[in-house]
């Protein structure tokens, strides 16, 4: 159901740009990219969200491609605090429900 | 603002016995969700309730498995009888809903981390 696809796992170093891809090859015309970050045992944290353009806030960037058949959320300079499980889902339209997928571990090392 | 608010965050219990996890949802927010989180399946949606009313609960599990919203502000997901495979962390988040609009945000509570023995 969660119609993405993320690696299970990344490493990043403190201060470098982290680059998250995510693979929703099936995605629909109406259906939006959102991104969530889950620090260990807190509640999922809204990072950011697209259609088709290039979207950016004091978090993170999102870079969808023309297509619309992949994303990749970035870090800009990534600290130890950013480590964390990063979900890229994708919105259904017809209902308001958020799929959650595996996501990706993003390990920050100094 | 407070935030989502659950409680208990611990719940320790016996095998039979009845659960209850509360939750309340952002002031101003119409739409309420609870989703289990566990190792082996991650984060599942079990039921979501707009203005009060469920809207959609096929990821109830089963039977044993109930939740209701009597107003705005208050929110329950009940076990009963609880089973070991129940264990889990519970969270409710809840999101302003407009129609089908593309700026609705979940927020999330810090959960309740369930332990049935």
């Known amino acids: 159901d969660a119609k993405t696809t993320q690696p299970p796992s990344m490493d990043c170093a403190e201060g470098r740009a982290a680059n998250l891809p995510c693979n929703h090859s099936?995605?629909?015309?109406?259906?939006?990219v959102y991104w969530y970050r889950q620090i260990h045992s807190q509640g999922p944290q809204y990072i950011i969200h697209g259609l088709k353009n290039n979207e950016t806030n004091e978090m993170a960037s999102l870079i969808i491609t023309e297509d619309r058949k992949s994303s990749t959320l970035i870090l800009p300079h990534a600290t130890l605090r950013d480590t964390a499980v990063y979900y890229c889902i994708v919105r259904v339209y017809n209902f308001n429900k958020f799929y959650f997928g595996s996501g990706t571990k993003l390990n920050v090392k100094p | 603002d407070a935030g989502v608010i659950q409680s208990p965050r611990h719940e320790v219990t016996e095998m039979g016995q009845e659960v209850t996890l509360r939750c309340k949802p952002i002031s101003g927010h119409n739409s309420l969700f609870w989703y289990r989180q566990t190792m082996m399946r991650g984060l599942e949606l079990l039921i979501y309730?707009?203005?009060?009313?469920?809207?959609?609960d096929s990821g109830m599990p089963e039977d044993r498995f109930s939740a209701k919203m009597p107003n705005a502000s208050f929110s329950t997901l009940k076990i009963q009888p609880s089973e070991p495979r129940d264990s889990a962390v519970y969270f409710c988040?809840?999101?302003?809903?407009?129609?089908?609009?593309?700026?609705?945000?979940?927020?999330f509570g810090s959960g309740t981390q369930l332990s049935v023995l």
């Open positions: 309730f707009n203005n009060n009313v469920p809207i959609d």
């Open positions: 099936t995605i629909s015309g109406n259906e939006y």
């Open positions: 988040a809840s999101s302003l809903t407009r129609g089908q609009g593309p700026n609705e945000k979940l927020f």
